[in-house]
C-alpha cells in the first residue's frame, strides 16, 4: 500500500490557470507539508498542517493555498499560475511536530510545468 | 538562514569504495536526518540521528554527529550500483521547520 500518494504525478498548464494537487497518507500522522523542489532540486519547505491547523506558513505568495478536509488529506491550490511557479512539488507526512520531530514520509512528487 | 548544506555537491565512485558526505549547519538542532532521493522520486528517510547522539549506524550506513562543528557526516560502506542517487542532510530545530540542504549527487560506476 502507497503510504503517501500525490495526484497528478504531471501537471501542464498554462499561466493564469489555478490549479490542484491532491495528497492523502494512510499512515495516521498528526503532521503533513507540502515542499518545492526547484531545477536546482533545492527542497523548501511550503505549508505543514497539524490536525488540521496550519502551523507553519512559509513566506509563499499567497496565491498558493493549502487545504485539509481531514488528517489524512492536505492538498495544495494555487491560483493565477506563473512561469516561477514551475518546479516539482513534494507532499510528505511525519509524527508529533510539537514533541518530537520524527522522519518524513514523502509522496513520489507532482512535476509541475507552467507555460 | 539555511542550514543543512552538503558537501560535495557532486561525488563518482566505483563500485565498492565508501562514499563519504558532509552536511554542515548553522543553529541548534533537535537532531538531524538524512534522506536518499533517486531520480524522478520522492525523498527516502535513512537514519535519524538526535543532538545528543554522535554515531549511529544502520546497515552500511554511518552517521556521525559533531554539535561543537555544527556537521554531520553520512558515510556510505562497500557502495552498490544502486547508491546512485542524490542525497539529503535535514536539521530541525526545536520549535522550528524542517530545513534541507542542497544535496550531494552520487554516482556509483559499475
Known amino acids: 500500500d502507497t503510504a503517501v500518494s500525490q495526484t497528478p504525478k504531471y501537471l501542464v498548464t498554462q499561466m493564469g490557470n489555478d490549479k490542484s494537487i491532491k495528497c492523502e497518507q494512510n499512515l495516521g500522522h498528526d503532521t503533513m507539508y507540502w515542499y518545492k523542489q526547484d531545477s536546482k532540486k533545492f527542497l523548501k519547505i511550503m505549508f505543514s498542517?497539524?490536525?488540521?491547523?496550519?502551523?507553519i506558513n512559509e513566506t509563499v505568495p499567497n496565491r498558493f493555498s493549502p487545504k485539509s478536509p481531514d488528517k489524512a488529506h492536505l492538498n495544495l491550490h494555487i491560483n493565477s499560475l506563473e512561469l516561477g511557479d514551475s518546479a516539482v512539488y513534494f507532499c510528505a507526512s511525519s509524527q508529533e511536530r510539537t514533541r518530537d520531530h520524527y522522519e518524513q514520509y514523502f509522496g513520489p512528487g507532482t512535476r509541475l510545468t507552467v507555460t | 538562514s539555511q542550514q543543512g548544506e552538503e558537501d560535495p555537491q557532486a561525488l563518482s565512485i566505483q563500485e565498492g569504495e565508501n562514499a563519504t558526505m558532509n552536511c554542515s549547519y548553522k543553529t541548534s538542532i533537535n537532531n538531524l536526518q538524512w534522506y536518499r532521493q533517486n531520480s524522478g522520486r520522492g525523498l527516502v528517510h535513512l537514519i535519524l540521528i538526535r543532538s545528543n547522539e554522535r554515531e549511529k549506524h544502520s546497515g552500511r550506513l554511518r552517521v556521525t554527529l559533531d554539535t561543537s562543528k555544527k556537521s554531520s557526516s553520512l558515510l556510505i560502506t562497500a557502495s552498490r550500483a544502486a547508491d546512485t542517487a542524490s542525497y539529503f542532510c535535514a536539521t530541525i530545530g526545536y520549535g522550528q521547520n524542517f530545513v534541507f540542504g542542497p544535496g550531494t549527487r552520487l554516482s556509483v560506476l559499475p
Open positions: 498542517y497539524n490536525n488540521k491547523e496550519l502551523i
